[in-house]
């Protein structure tokens, strides 16, 4: 693997344009008027690993949408890498921020990435990334050193909670049958330090309304007389924290695992500026849980946040109006052992203990998942430290990441499993806002860190 260097090098040209091919077709899985496209990228994406060398390649028909699945056995007796990743991004709104079109992609310079970025939706999350997949798989087929067998399996309805590889999965065990998944769908600290995630948060998302009289009323005749649906809401959700910021659901932090002070000493070491992280979001002060700091209220702490609230008149001028109905979209971020389905139950209840009896209150639970923590001393991990190490001239550091792939710890349950994370973002590539990039520095040392991986595990395990 000594020319993968080289390869990439002699071959960027092509890698950029193809990628870029990819992002123009946007793949939204939210928004139904985007099926087509999402249904024309899983075409694209199985194209082209079929191109890539793979031996054989489907289009894995769901309830949803589609799961591109390809391989490539070279041989029973060795070890199984599973690859996956997805194809669909989230949707790009709002528009008119981006400076420029976000499925016509353009190479711009950024402070961190000065030798160019890739601007466009799902640049990073994650057809970027998982393409550097397909691009490494490539490189190991064109220079006959693949060292290993290897599985893709690459979903359209991440961004939308992964119902339909859940299906996928439970019915098809044996097909998917590895030694180790293998993601890139994470970040790392910055360029020159690279990380790999052994952690990831579970998830529980629901949708809130609040109903107060049975038709919007004028707010002069009826204003003080009756309960206005989004003042109380407001103040339903203002009472889901208390003063040091913990939340104040009862049963919600039963079993959280709290971590060691040394394991805490150990997560502090990882390089980060408090002061560049206010800069870079232009806050003047930082907020959260009483008693932690920000790597940790963001990786090891659960969270409630409202992602969307909305009712009664937002239009141009002024109504005077009490609207009938109030709305929110809220997302409980959790840790491991905190069980995504009991937590959803109890924000249920307390969320419907709360209402005054002037308002009706319905909690609708959208979709969730358990959180994720690898051990750093397995196979899987040291491979990829080694890979990174050699590639970044340092090894990463072991970071547990806020951000959840749900589907990680179905693998680990249904095909007993371990995964390794292996991102190459960064946390200022803007994915799911404006003006998502990825750098093209990124794109290309995963695309030279990967093969190493498959060459240091295939050695480990033997
Ligand atoms: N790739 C992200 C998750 C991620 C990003 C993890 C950066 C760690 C670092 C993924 O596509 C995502 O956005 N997941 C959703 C959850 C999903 C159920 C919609 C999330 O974290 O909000
Ligand atoms: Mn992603
Ligand atoms: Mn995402």
């Known amino acids: ?111 961190i990435h000065p030798e160019g970025a890739i601007f466009a939706r799902g640049a990073c999350d994650d057809k970027g990334q998982m393409y550097m997949h397909v691009k490494a798989f490539e490189y190991m087929i064109q220079n006959n050193c693949l060292p290993c067998n290897v599985k893709f399996m690459i979903e359209g309805e991440e961004e939308v909670g992964s119902k339909s590889l859940s299906w996928f999965v439970e019915r098809n065990q044996a097909k998917l049958a590895n030694d180790v998944i293998l993601i890139s ?75 060691s002070l040394e394991e805490r000493a150990e997560m502090a070491k990882a390089p980060f500026s408090l002061e560049n992280y206010k800069k870079a979001l232009d806050i003047e002060d930082i907020h959260g849980e009483a008693g932690y700091v920000t790597n940790e209220r963001n990786s090891i702490r659960p969270t409630l946040d409202v992602n969307g609230i909305w009712g009664g008149y937002t239009g141009e001028g002024a109504k005077t109006v009490i609207a009938s109905k109030a709305f929110a979209k809220i997302s409980m971020r959790l840790v491991p052992n905190q069980d995504w389905e009991e937590i959803t139950e109890l924000f249920k209840k307390h969320f419907e203990s709360i209402a005054p009896k002037s308002v009706k209150v319905k909690v609708t639970p959208h979709h969730g998942g358990q959180g994720y923590v690898t051990p750093i001393d397995s196979i899987g991990y040291r491979a990829a430290n080694k890979a990174y190490t050699e590639t970044f001239d340092v090894p990463a550091i072991p970071v547990r990441s806020g951000g959840s792939i749900p589907i990680v710890a179905l693998f680990e349950k249904e095909l007993k499993s371990k995964t390794i994370l292996m991102g190459f973002g960064l946390d200022s590539d803007a994915i799911h806002s404006p003006n998502e990039h990825f750098g093209v520095f990124n794109y290309l040392k995963g695309i030279e860190t990967i093969p190493l991986f498959y060459k240091y595990f295939t050695e480990m395990t033997k």
Request: with cysteine; glycine share 6%.
């Open 1 to 111: 693997m000594d020319n993968i260097k080289q390869y990439v090098q002699e071959n960027k040209e092509r890698f950029i344009n193809e990628l870029i091919d990819l992002l123009k077709i946007p793949s939204v899985s939210a928004d139904s008027a985007y099926a087509q496209d999402v249904v024309d990228t899983a075409e694209a994406v199985k194209k082209s690993l079929e191109k890539a060398g793979c031996d054989f390649v489907e289009l894995c028909e769901t309830p949803g949408y589609p799961i591109v699945y390809g391989e490539k056995i070279i041989d029973k007796n060795l070890p199984t890498v599973l690859v996956y990743g997805h194809y669909d991004v989230q949707p790009p709104d709002p528009m008119d921020l981006w400076t420029s079109p976000p499925f016509e992609p353009v190479i711009k310079p950024t402070e």
């Open 185 to 259: 769908d994470t970040g790392m600290i910055s360029n020159q330090q690279p990380s790999i995630t052994t952690g990831l948060r579970g998830l529980s998302y629901v949708e809130v309304e609040v109903t107060g009289p049975n038709r919007d009323l004028h707010s002069g005749l009826y204003g003080g007389a009756v309960a206005n649906p989004i003042n109380i809401l407001a103040k339903m959700i203002a009472s889901l924290h208390d003063e040091n910021n913990h939340i104040t659901i009862p049963g919600f932090y039963d079993k959280v695992q709290e971590l």
